[in-house]
């Protein structure tokens, strides 16, 4: 794979849907909560950027595993196996490492956390970076699923500039 590659497919996997967000150049360019077998179809087929590098949040048990977390798991698994069997660079990413990587530590609902650094990220407020239907900001059309997906995103984005030894 070429390491000049842009484009980055993050995915937030569930046991029935998936977040997905398409990030280009630093710039969301597609947005969608589907289910999984849309997902394994976006992976191989999907998105008309070339070549592209597919970021999976991977699930991490903490005590018993319950049946919504061996079926996320098993997803994660067929949309790991999608990508490498398209030719697609993958990258695997844990809670943990996404959540340290947008600097976000302590207790509390970390998912309104990681939403609101990202919204910090991408434009400061949430008026400049998500925006209104007649002016939207870049995060416009973010939503629900989708939130976690950019973040892995943003994660994966991270993580290759650093293989890359770069730290813009």
Known sequence: MGESMTAILGIDPGPTQCGLVMLYL???????????????????CGYDRGEFCVAIERVQSCGQAGASLLSTSEVV???????????????????????????????????????????EMFGGSKEMAVGTRKDPGPLYGVHGHAWQALAVAVTAQMVRQQRLGKTS
């Not at 698994?77 to 990258?91: K, Y």
């Not at 695997?92 to 609101?116: C, E, F, H, P, S």
């Open 26 to 44: 630093g710039r969301i360019t597609d947005v969608t909560i589907c289910s999984v077998a849309e997902a394994l179809d976006a992976i191989s």
């Open 77 to 119: 698994g067929r949309l790991q196996q999608r990508a490498l069997d398209s030719g697609h660079e993958t990258i695997l990413l844990y809670r943990r490492a996404i959540l340290a990587a947008l600097d976000i530590t302590g207790r509390g609902n970390r998912d309104a956390i990681v939403r609101q650094r990202l919204i």
